[in-house]
Nanobody, 122 residues
Framework: MSSCRRLGEGLAQAGGSLGLSCVVS????????MAWYRQAPGNQRELVAT???????DYVDSVSGRFTISRDNDKKTVYLQMNTLKPEDTAVYYC????????????????WGKGTQVTVSS
């Protein structure tokens, strides 16, 4: 399981910034991939950003240049810094960690955060 916390206020105006963090806990050998997803009412869950354990990051086009995903491997934490926010960024944001529990041969398990509401007003 994982837990998420909001670094700033959950509410922001268009053009503002907000930061999220998620700490992964439990039995962990390695975390090959960490990610952020979001889901707005009536929409499917959307992959926002991914980051490998070596720091290689990818973003959905709609947030590229505005959002930054990062991770601290010692703290087992993934971050999402959201800048130049837009109303269409409003959604529940979920962190996900792909975890190998015991060794490199362990099946990869998905650990999901509970979700954090982010609301951007215009």
């Amino acid at each position: 399981m994982s837990s998420c916390r909001r670094l700033g206020e959950g509410l922001a105006q268009a053009g503002g910034s907000l930061g999220l963090s998620c700490v992964v806990s439990g039995t962990i050998y390695s975390i090959p991939l960490m990610a952020w997803y979001r889901q707005a009412p009536g929409n499917q869950r959307e992959l926002v950003a991914t980051i490998t354990k070596n720091g290689a990051a990818d973003y959905v086009d709609s947030v590229s240049g505005r959002f930054t995903i990062s991770r601290d491997n010692d703290k087992k934490t993934v971050y999402l810094q959201m800048n130049t926010l837009k109303p269409e960024d409003t959604a529940v944001y979920y962190c996900k960690a792909d975890v190998k529990r015991y060794n490199v041969y362990s099946a990869t398990k998905e650990y999901w955060g509970k979700g954090t509401q982010v609301t951007v007003s215009s």
